[in-house]
C-alpha cells in the first residue's frame, strides 16, 4: 500500500497516519465534536489523547494488511481521515470509513479524497469490492458515496449502536470491474 496518495486536488493529499499526528488529530477530533457525534460511535473514545493508541494499532494493521487509516492532510492540515477499516484478504473486499472537519465539508474534498482511496485499492490492494455503510440520515456521506457510483444495496437494519439508540445502514458497494468503467475515476 502507498504511504500517501494524491487527490485530484493540487493542495489535498492522503497519507498514512503516523504517531507525530496524535495530538493534531486529538484536536481535529475535539474541534468537530459535535459535528462528528452524530455519526461516528467511536469519538467517546477520544475524550483524552488517546489517538497515540489508535494511530499505533492502525499502524500495527496496515503492516498486516488489515486496515489503512490515512490523515486527510489540506494545506499541511490534518483536516479529517479515510481509511480502509477492514480489509478481507481472502473475499478481496475492504469497508472504508472517513470524516470531515466541518469547516472543510461542501467543497469536494471528501469526494476526491474517497476517490483516491478506492483508485487505490483497486490498483494496489487488488480488492474486487469496496464498500461503505452509511447512517441512513447522514446525508453528506451518502452524497460521497452517491457522487462515486457506489450502488446501494439495501438497509441493515438497526446495524450500528450510536451512544443511546440504534442507526440504520445503507450498504453501498462499487466492483472493480463497475470503477474501470465509472466516469468519476477518469
Not at 504517531?19 to 493534531?24: R, Y
Not at 479515510?82 to 481472502?90: D, G, P, S
Request: with cysteine; hydrophobic share 40%; charged share 25%.
Amino acid at each position: 500500500m502507498t504511504l500517501e496518495i494524491r487527490a485530484e486536488i493540487p493542495s489535498l493529499k492522503l497519507r498514512l497516519l503516523k504517531e507525530e499526528d496524535a495530538e493534531e488529530l486529538f484536536l481535529r477530533n475535539d474541534q468537530n465534536r459535535g459535528h462528528l457525534r452524530q455519526w461516528m460511535p467511536w469519538l467517546e473514545e477520544t475524550k483524552s489523547p488517546s489517538e497515540l493508541n489508535f494511530i499505533r494499532r492502525s499502524l500495527e494493521s496496515a503492516t498486516a494488511g488489515t486496515q489503512y487509516s490515512y490523515a486527510l492532510v489540506l494545506d499541511d492540515e490534518l483536516v479529517g481521515v479515510v481509511a480502509f477499516n477492514n480489509i478481507e484478504k481472502l473475499n478481496h473486499c475492504a469497508t472504508m470509513g472517513y470524516w470531515l472537519a466541518k469547516s472543510k465539508m461542501g467543497r469536494g474534498y471528501m469526494t476526491a479524497a474517497v476517490k483516491a482511496l478506492i483508485d487505490e485499492g483497486f490498483q494496489q490492494l487488488e480488492l474486487n469490492r469496496i464498500q461503505a455503510r452509511v447512517a441512513t440520515g447522514n446525508y453528506p456521506s451518502q452524497a460521497v458515496c452517491d457522487r462515486l457510483g457506489l450502488k446501494k444495496e439495501g438497509v441493515l437494519r438497526q446495524a450500528e449502536w450510536l451512544y443511546d439508540h440504534y442507526v440504520d445502514l445503507t450498504m453501498n458497494s462499487i466492483l472493480r470491474s463497475e470503477w474501470k468503467e465509472n466516469p468519476y475515476r477518469k
